[in-house]
């Protein structure tokens, strides 16, 4: 069973940068798929970016498409999504996940982390 926890969210302003990282923690298998969605209140969970854990090809929501990049260190079991130019409207809660199944949809990820918070103040 894996564990993911997510980190490095805080207070930003409104053109700033930004690091997130997720360590997973246990077996991960060879096709083993992570991602990052972010949820604000009353609202479904976001789809932004998936990887492919062992081959690390990538795919990206058109909302993440050139300000997002995600990436992982294999060796330390870690899941990156780097963030550009942030905006108000980026203020979420950011979750990573993972799972089997190659998709954009929450219900395909069985694991979650449990989220770090991202305030981009204007």
């Known amino acids: 069973q894996v564990q993911l926890t997510e980190s490095g969210g805080g207070l930003l302003q409104v053109g700033a940068s930004l690091r997130l990282s997720c360590k997973a923690d246990g077996w991960m298998y060879d096709r083993y798929i992570m991602a990052w969605f972010r949820q604000t209140p009353g609202k479904e969970r976001e789809f932004l970016a998936r990887l492919r854990w062992t081959r690390g090809d990538t795919f990206y929501a058109d909302s993440a498409k050139g300000r997002f990049t995600i990436s992982r260190d294999k060796g330390e079991f870690i899941m990156y999504l780097d963030m550009i130019n942030l905006r108000p409207e980026d203020t979420a809660v950011y979750y990573c996940?993972?799972?089997?199944?190659?998709?954009?949809?929450?219900?395909?990820?069985?694991?979650w982390g449990q989220g770090t918070q991202v305030t981009v103040s204007s």
């Open positions: 996940a993972g799972g089997g199944s190659w998709a954009s949809t929450s219900s395909a990820y069985t694991t």
